[in-house]
């Protein structure tokens, strides 16, 4: 029989478990150096998991000082892949005009499975920030192989790393098209990017110009609760693939219902956000969950004409397996600072 020592991979000799937590501030999770690609892997082997069902994942429970905000508890245990843990989030939606600060932050905790004490704190501002796009380019290269345009709306945190991501697991893409309502935040993008990817950056002239240029197309701009129906109805045609990363906040809510498939990552969790209020239009009838494409256990696109919308939340089993994954690495490196408990 193990102890719960010998659970942690490489245990740095100076954390005393059940004694001590491992810190880890954003500038050391990002120091460690994991890659996309890494990320790409843990999150497919993730959602793998979550599509034979084999996590705990309760529905997100949270409070909401203001009507537009909420914090999220978001705790999650991968067993396939020895993860536990718990993230703590915000979404203030307007803290970036406000006071110049995210949207998003939050902390995360990581436990030990076999003991249960936790072993590390860590911002999860990067684990965030890393893992919504590679469930959406996963999803996008399952439901939308060989798309060779490629259209991200927002162009903040987020769509910057759908970018990248793109270019990581979408290797048929000439042309990614961006827009945000802050011109200058598509420039700033484009000046970042377009000598790193391989594909043509181009910035679109409006919504509707970029909504009508792309076979596949991802928001991450706001959530709220009523739609702002940005992308209207009668510029999507058949054939698209949208994938969504800010609920139903972007798009005119037809376009779901009529979608001839609509894949959330989570049923519940989009359940429990209808019963919040985000989808007054009523949640479009749900055919897969994310997981169970990106596993085979059912089935995504069945033809070249379908429109699918692919709603991604964002799920703790993600955040858990990636926080693991860092707290080894971390370990490993002997990164970060012990604090007593
Ligand atoms: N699904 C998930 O797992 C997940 C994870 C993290 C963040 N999010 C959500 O993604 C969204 C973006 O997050 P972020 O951290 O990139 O925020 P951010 O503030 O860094 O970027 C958002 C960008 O969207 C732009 N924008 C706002 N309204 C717009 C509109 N109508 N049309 C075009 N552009 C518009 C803003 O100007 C800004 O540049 C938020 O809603 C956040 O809650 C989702």
């Known amino acids: 029989m193990p102890t719960a020592t010998q659970t942690l991979v490489d245990p740095q000799p100076q954390l005393q478990l059940g004694e001590e937590v491992l810190y880890l501030s954003k500038q050391e999770v ?54 536990v843990g718990c993230k703590w989030i915000e979404c203030y939606p307007n803290n970036p005009s406000k ?12 436990n030990d499975v076999e003991s249960g004490v936790p072993v590390a704190i860590m911002d999860s501002t990067w684990v965030t920030a890393m893992r919504t796009p590679a469930v959406t380019v996963l999803a996008a290269a399952k439901l939308h192989p060989g798309a060779e345009t ?19 697991a979408l290797p048929g893409l000439k042309t990614v098209y961006v827009y945000d ?15 790193e990817v391989p ?16 076979e596949v197309l991802s928001s991450a ?35 779901s219902q009529r979608a001839d498939k609509y894949i959330v990552d989570s049923i519940e969790e989009h359940e429990l956000f209808a019963e919040m209020g985000y989808f007054p239009d009523g949640l479009p ?8 494409v990106i596993a085979d256990v059912k089935q995504g696109r069945e033809n070249a004409d379908q429109i699918i919308v692919n709603s991604n939340i964002g799920m703790a089993v993600c955040d858990v397996v990636v926080g693991r994954a860092i707290y080894d690495r971390a370990v490993a490196l002997g990164a970060g600072t012990a604090l007593s408990l």
């Open 181 to 195: 309502t802050r011109e200058e935040a598509a420039d700033a993008l484009i000046a970042e990017l377009q000598g």
């Open 99 to 110: 006071f110049g600060l995210p949207q998003t932050t939050g902390l995360m905790v990581i």
């Open 285 to 292: 009838a749900i055919a897969a969950e994310t997981g169970e």
């Open 30 to 83: 990002l120091n460690l150096g994991i890659g996309r690609s890494e990320i790409l892997d843990l999150t497919r082997d993730t959602l793998i998991e979550h599509g034979n069902h084999r996590y705990e994942m309760p529905a997100k429970i949270g409070v909401h000082p203001y009507p537009e905000v909420f914090y999220h508890a978001m705790p999650a245990y991968v067993p396939g892949m020895n993860a």
């Open 221 to 255: 701009t706001l959530i709220i609760k009523e739609p702002l129906s940005v992308v209207k109805d009668e510029w999507i045609s058949a054939g698209q693939t949208i994938l969504p990363c800010d609920l139903n906040t972007f798009w005119d809510p037809r376009i």
């Open 150 to 168: 490629f259209g991200m709306f927002g162009c903040g945190v987020q769509g910057k790393e759908h970018v990248r991501y793109a270019a990581e």
């Open 199 to 214: 594909f043509t950056l181009v910035k679109g002239a409006s919504a509707e110009a970029v909504a009508k240029s792309a």
